[in-house]
């Protein structure tokens, strides 16, 4: 079952109900006037999502940008472009990220997330994007075994290498 959560003053979002559930709707009201945000659902998890920044709230929908391409013939991300959305992403002042088919991050929770796909993609060219290099040098980065989200994503910058 969706449920309304509130963040911030006049900001409200109501949840999805399973990893794949659609559409997770924003709402910010204010001054009599109420504005949904549908994140929409990108056919290639990308290439069309929308960013929407709520500056008085400092929260920003990420919508489907953060994930890799799922539409090709390997899910993979590729270098070149998750950087370029990790420094278009960074220049918002927000403390709440939304992505979708995910809870909210918090500002920590996004950083984690950006610093993670930055030294994975560091790694990817380093090692020309040689699988085993890549976790190995990760591996010894964060100095303990790898999680399986971790492992996950140094597969899709493999297959987009």
């Avoid at 006049?10 to 910010?28: A, E, K, N, W």
């Avoid at 069309?48 to 991300?77: N, Q, R, T, W």
Wanted: aromatic residues 10%; charged residues 30%; hydrophobic residues 35%.
């Amino acid at each position: 079952m969706h449920t309304i959560k509130e963040i911030g003053r006049t900001f409200s979002y109501i949840t999805p109900v399973s990893l794949t559930d659609r559409p997770i709707l924003g709402m910010v009201v204010g001054n009599n006037k109420k504005l949904m945000i549908d994140t929409g659902n990108s056919e290639d998890h990308a290439a069309d999502s929308v960013i929407v920044y709520v500056k008085e709230e400092k929260i920003l929908f990420l919508g489907d940008c953060i994930y890799p391409k799922m539409y090709a013939e390997k899910v993979h991300y590729t270098v070149k472009e998750i950087l370029r959305l990790l420094d278009e992403l960074e220049a918002f002042d927000a403390d709440t990220y939304i992505p979708s088919h995910q809870r909210p991050w918090t500002k920590e929770e996004f950083c984690q997330e950006r610093d993670k796909l930055r030294m994975i993609t560091k790694f990817t060219g380093l090692c020309g994007g040689d699988h085993q290099k890549i976790v190995s040098e990760y591996q010894a980065h964060v100095n303990r075994e790898l999680k399986e989200d971790e492992l996950e994503t140094i597969d899709y910058f493999v297959n987009g290498y």
